[in-house]
């Protein structure tokens, strides 16, 4: 079984230039998040998908970041314009559905905000 | 507010030597809760899970960790650790349920192996 897959790993911008990061879940899984990890924090919840609606983005901030989850699968995350503070590994997970509680993380992109 | 407190940043054990990982948590019914492991520049792995029934529970790369209520504990344990254990490991909380369940994550502990 194919892992949850984030493209791409590592990114490199200028502060308000603009970036964007795509996810593929496992198949099947239909819930989706996405979450900001700092350097020496644990992972924190940006916005969570059931299908191809938001279930959770009260920790999203929506002025600068914006996320879709079209058809339910493949999801993007994006960031514009982009400032120092959201140099970050954005790590893409992934849940079979409401009554399963295991999610399954991706390798995460790495970006460096400059 | 439901948390998640791992009070150790950074630890640093010997080879051979045995491991505990400590995480206490705040919330008010019965947690489900996990310990993960992210080793450099990867994701997140699940170690293991308690979600009910026997408070020891075994999980990959011979780990275990015990539920224990009174103390609000589930800290992870390994007898020996080996050179490849050296990673960064977060204890996770699962809030909500259902289509809405989250996981609320500690700041994790750094591990570190000596030779």
């Known amino acids: 079984e194919a892992g949850v897959a984030q493209s791409p790993r590592y990114k490199i911008i200028e502060k308000r230039q603009s970036v964007a990061f795509w996810c593929n879940p496992i198949?099947?899984?239909?819930?989706l998040y996405w979450y900001q990890q700092i350097l020496g924090q644990g992972p924190k919840l940006l916005i969570q998908?059931?299908?191809?609606?938001?279930?959770?983005d009260s920790q999203l901030p929506k002025d600068r970041f914006s996320a879709e989850r079209l058809k339910g699968v493949d999801s993007t995350l994006k960031i514009q314009p982009a400032k120092l503070e959201d140099s970050a590994v954005y790590l893409c997970?992934?849940?079979?559905?409401?009554?399963?509680?295991?999610?399954?993380f991706g390798p995460g992109t790495r970006l460096t905000v400059t | 507010a439901q948390s998640v407190t791992q009070p150790d940043i950074h630890i640093t054990v010997s080879e051979g030597a045995s491991l505990e990982l400590r995480c206490n948590y705040s919330?008010?019914?019965?947690?489900?809760l996990f310990w993960y492991v992210q080793s450099p520049g990867q994701g997140l792995q699940l170690l293991l899970k308690?979600?009910?029934?026997?408070?020891l529970v075994q999980g990959i790369k011979g780990f275990e960790a015990e539920f224990k209520r009174s103390q609000s504990s589930f800290n992870l344990r390994k007898p020996s650790v080996h050179w490849s254990d050296a990673a960064e490991y977060f204890c996770?909380?699962?809030?909500?349920?259902?289509?809405?369940?989250?996981?609320?994550f500690g700041q994790g502990t750094r591990l570190t192996i000596n030779p």
């Open positions: 997970a992934s849940l079979l559905g409401p009554l399963r509680y295991e999610q399954y």
């Open positions: 198949s099947g899984h239909a819930t």
């Open positions: 998908f059931q299908n191809n609606g938001v279930v959770d």
């Open positions: 919330y008010g019914a019965t947690p489900y």
């Open positions: 308690y979600f009910s029934g026997d408070t």
């Open positions: 996770a909380v699962v809030l909500g349920g259902g289509g809405a369940q989250k996981l609320v």
